[in-house]
C-alpha cells in the first residue's frame, strides 16, 4: 500500500521556521518526481516547489523563492520542505504529492501528481 505521510506543521509567529516532512512507503521514492503544494480556505491548491528523482534539480513558486527550500533523501525515502521566513500568507494546508512519470500537463500543476499525502496544517500569526 502506498503511503505519503506529511508532519511537522504547526502554529508559529509572522518570521518563524519549520520544516515538513513527507516519508513514503509502497513505492520505489526515487523513481517519482515528487512535490509539494499547499491549500488555504476558500483557495484553490498552489504549487509551492518541487524536485526531480535526484533531488539536483529543484524548482519553486515565485513566493517560496529564496524563503523555502527543498530536498529529498532517496535513502530514507522522505521529501523535505524547508520554510523560513514564514508570513500569514502562508498558512494553509502543506501537500506532499509524488508522480513516477512526466507528461503534457505542467508539474506546476496539481493534475500532473498522481499520488498525494493527508496533509498538514501549517498556521503563521502575525
Known amino acids: 500500500q502506498v503511503q505519503l505521510v506529511e508532519s511537522g506543521g504547526g502554529l508559529v509567529r509572522s518570521g518563524d521556521s519549520l520544516r515538513l516532512s513527507c516519508k513514503t512507503s509502497?513505492?520505489?521514492?526515487?523513481?517519482?518526481?515528487m512535490a509539494w503544494f499547499r491549500q488555504a480556505p476558500g483557495k484553490e491548491r498552489e504549487f509551492v516547489a518541487r524536485?526531480?528523482?535526484?533531488?539536483?534539480?529543484?524548482y519553486y513558486a515565485d513566493f517560496a523563492e529564496g524563503r523555502f527550500t527543498v530536498s529529498r533523501d532517496n535513502a530514507n525515502n522522505t521529501m523535505y520542505l524547508q520554510m523560513n521566513d514564514l508570513k500569514p500568507e502562508d498558512t494553509a494546508v502543506y501537500y506532499c504529492?509524488?508522480?513516477?512519470?512526466?507528461?503534457?500537463?505542467?508539474?506546476?500543476?496539481?493534475?500532473?501528481?498522481?499520488?498525494w499525502g493527508q496533509g498538514t496544517q501549517v498556521t503563521v500569526s502575525s
Open positions: 504529492a509524488a508522480t513516477p512519470r512526466l507528461g503534457s500537463i505542467p508539474l506546476s500543476s496539481a493534475d500532473a501528481f498522481d499520488l
Open positions: 509502497g513505492l520505489t521514492f526515487k523513481n517519482y518526481y
Open positions: 524536485v526531480t528523482w535526484s533531488g539536483v534539480n529543484k
